[in-house]
């Protein structure tokens, strides 16, 4: 069964930082990987898609990185705002699966404070 | 279109009665997905339709769990006999053909 870490569990960072928070996933045989913002009490707002042929994509300020071979991808945020404050999650569509149903992480609790 | 839509966005209910949620897709979009989410962890797969047809069912899908795509539009969610353990934030997502799912705003239930 895919299984999918993020880490660090929660961040806390100075506004105007670069960072990075990291997904791994332990069956490297997927279809496409996706990163989700959700803000507390919400629903989950996709961010970046990468399909399993794709290194990277980029959106803005964001940028995803897939390395299928060693089961990881990142997500680079560039220049931190608080606004940028939210839970990020990781999730995976295994190649196996022609339904498309997304195996998650935990998350990536983010803070930017002033 | 707006996007995904759920309805109703909380629900409270006492032990044992039964609860029915509504998901309005992306209209283009055949496939749909019911997800649950718990605090602190991230959302697991429920069920998914392609059209009107449910495809596939998580083992976490009890026998008080029920789900319909009727004429492959909106779907429903019923709970019955609800239990505490039923507590979740019960998501729903839409895509066009296994590419990128996009989520609705979520139903908050809270069995008491």
């Known amino acids: 069964k895919q299984e999918v870490t993020q880490i660090p569990a929660a961040l806390s960072v100075p506004e105007g930082e670069n960072l990075v928070l990291n997904c791994s996933f332990t069956?490297?045989?997927?279809?496409?990987l996706q990163w989700f913002r959700q803000d507390p009490g919400k629903g989950l707002t996709s961010l970046l898609l990468i399909q399993s042929s794709q290194r990277e994509q980029t959106s803005g300020r964001l940028n995803a990185s897939l390395d299928k071979s060693s089961g990881r991808s990142t997500l680079y945020i560039a220049a931190s705002q608080p606004g940028d404050s939210a839970t990020y999650l990781c999730?995976?569509?295994?190649?196996?699966?022609?339904?498309?149903?997304?195996?998650f992480g935990r998350g990536t609790q983010l803070t930017v404070w002033p | 279109d707006t996007g995904v839509s759920q309805n109703p966005r909380h629900k409270i209910t006492k032990r044992g009665q039964n609860v029915t949620f509504r998901c309005d897709p992306i209209s283009e979009h055949n496939r749909l997905y019911w997800y649950r989410q718990t605090l602190g962890q991230g959302p697991e797969f429920l069920t998914y339709f392609q059209n009107e047809a449910q495809l596939e069912k998580s083992r976490l899908l009890s026998d008080r769990f029920s789900a319909e795509r009727p004429k492959g539009s909106f779907s429903t969610l019923e709970i019955q006999r609800t239990e505490q353990g039923d507590s979740a934030m019960y998501l729903c997502?839409?895509?066009?053909?296994?590419?990128?799912?996009?989520f609705g705003p979520g139903t908050r239930l809270t069995v008491l």
């Open positions: 997502a839409s895509s066009l053909q296994g590419n990128e799912q996009f």
């Open positions: 069956d490297s045989a997927i279809y496409n």
């Open positions: 999730a995976v569509v295994d190649r196996g699966s022609t339904l498309g149903r997304l195996y």
